[in-house]
Every structure is written in structure tokens, then in C-alpha cells.
């Protein structure tokens, strides 16, 4: 083959340059300036020895890392990087001056109680029982002064959450429709034949928080029978210890004291049961 048929099949691998001969380089740029800037601090010589090809793809952030931000002022809010396990979410108020959740203060620290289903907290999967570490950079420790921090910032206020210490995120296989729980109240009480094999091993006397995404905190059992009908096989189940989750919906004293007294009245397999105690 001679040297012009070579040059004639040369493949052009680099993503860049193909971006660059098509004009679509500087659009790239402007509307991803983390690509660029992720390039020109990639001169790390503890990744990157001497001598060695650096391919231009691997400098590259995968588009499906791409967050897409609410459109809506109210909804505004902006992930940051942190630890591993900890966010920094910037919300904006809404029209009534508050953030879209609630939170309680425990001898642990600051966790939230509360997340409103429409709001931007929710958007960005602020869960119930995640532990708020700090408030416009200031580390809080009491409920009082994190009220005073979110009562005096305007118009958005920024949060870093640790992910809840206590939370257990369980996979569930149904059998005929069924996922095998007794619950009464949101909280497991039992297991039953129809609880499948496959399923994760879930421990009694936990309230579930979340299926497959959505909050069940003071739902109904009911309603939490249908999420779980409505589900497909496997879901994912959140749960948590039940001093964790009454302290914080109920205000009940975590040594066990006043814990309110139960109905008895069964959800068997996430179906009414006629058993009676």
C-alpha cells in the first residue's frame, strides 16, 4: 500500500478532534465547562507517570452524568460534590418561607422528619432520617439555631445531609403479588410463608420509610398496600429502627417510655388479615 493509501485510511480517534473538525467543539465547551475544566486539571503525576499517552476520551464526563436542573425558581437547587455520603443541595424558599421539610433535633444530631412530595427537597432525594451536618457552611447542633440560620437566609438556603445512619435498604421479592410482611401502623411486626427466599433478610419491629422511591412517613397502611401492589419484583424497602422513626414523627421518648400502644390490626402479606389477637 503506498504512503498517500495509508494516510487516506487514517481513523481519526480522538473525540475531540472529531468535535473540533465538525464545529461542534466550542458548543461542547459552553455548554459543559466542567469538561474543560476537568481537562486542564489533569496533570496529576500521581495518576499519570511521564511519557505516558493520555487519550482525550478518558478526560471525558460521561453525558448520563449531566444533571438537569429544575426550570422552576421555586425548584431551584444545585448539587455539590462532597464526602462520600454527604451533599451540599441549595434550595430556594417558597412562597411561604420555608424549604419542603421538617426536621427534629435528637441527642445524635439534627435529622429530617418530614419531606413534602412536591417540593424541591424531594426533587433531590432528601429522605426522611438524613442527618443535617450544616447550614450555609456553619455546622449546627441544635434545632433552634438552625431554625435562626434558615429564618434570616434569603432567597435560597444551602444544606450538606449525611445520608441517615440508621436507615436499611432492603431488596423484596413478591410471590404472587405478595412481599410476606406483616405491618401495622407502617411498622413490620411479622413474616409470613409468602415471604420469599430470595428477599433480603428483614429485621421486626422497623417502620418502613420509602418504596421504590416514594415516602410511605404517616401514610396509611392501606396506601403503603398499594405501592407495594403497584411495585414490580424485586423493590427496594427502606426502613429504620422504630425508637429512630417514632422519636422523630411522634415525639416519643427513645428509651422506649411512653410508646403508644398498638391496634392489632394486621396488613397480612400487605392484605387485611382476619387474624385477631
Not at 453525558?63 to 462532597?82: H, K, N
Not at 436507615?167 to 401502623?185: A, M, P, Q, S
Amino acid at each position: 500500500m503506498s504512503e498517500n493509501d495509508q494516510k487516506s485510511g487514517e481513523i481519526i480517534t480522538s473525540y475531540d478532534e472529531i468535535l473540533e473538525i465538525t464545529g461542534l467543539l466550542p458548543i461542547r465547551d459552553n455548554a459543559m465547562p466542567c469538561v474543560t475544566r476537568n481537562k486542564k486539571n489533569h496533570n496529576s503525576h500521581d495518576d499519570i507517570s511521564v511519557g505516558d499517552d493520555v487519550n482525550n476520551d478518558d478526560n471525558m464526563v460521561p453525558m448520563t452524568s449531566y444533571t438537569q436542573l429544575p426550570l422552576s425558581s421555586s425548584l431551584l437547587s444545585v448539587i455539590e460534590d462532597g464526602d462520600a455520603g454527604c451533599r451540599t443541595i441549595s434550595i430556594a424558599k417558597t412562597k411561604n418561607n420555608d424549604v419542603g421539610f421538617t426536621f427534629a433535633e435528637i441527642k445524635q444530631g439534627l435529622f429530617v422528619s418530614h419531606v413534602d412530595e412536591r417540593s424541591s427537597a424531594r426533587l433531590n432525594k432528601v429522605c426522611f432520617g438524613d442527618r443535617i451536618q450544616c447550614i450555609n457552611g456553619v455546622e449546627v447542633k441544635s434545632y433552634s439555631q438552625a431554625k435562626q440560620l434558615i429564618d434570616e437566609t434569603h432567597p435560597t438556603v444551602e444544606f450538606s445531609f449525611l445520608n441517615c445512619p440508621y436507615r436499611e435498604v432492603k431488596t423484596i421479592y413478591k410471590v404472587h403479588g405478595k412481599c410476606g410482611l406483616f405491618i401495622n401502623d407502617g411498622m413490620i411486626l411479622d413474616h409470613t410463608k409468602y415471604f420469599n427466599t430470595k428477599s433480603d433478610k428483614i429485621p421486626l419491629n422497623y417502620y418502613i420509610t420509602e418504596i421504590d422511591g416514594h415516602s410511605t412517613v404517616r401514610m396509611l397502611d392501606e396506601k403503603i398496600v398499594s405501592l407495594v401492589e403497584r411495585a414490580n419484583s424485586p423493590f427496594s424497602l427502606h426502613i429504620v429502627p422504630q425508637w429512630f422513626y417514632e422519636y422523630l414523627v411522634y415525639g416519643l421518648d427513645p428509651s422506649g417510655n411512653g410508646i403508644k400502644k398498638t391496634k392489632h390490626a394486621f396488613l397480612n402479606c400487605f392484605r387485611e388479615s382476619k387474624r385477631h389477637h
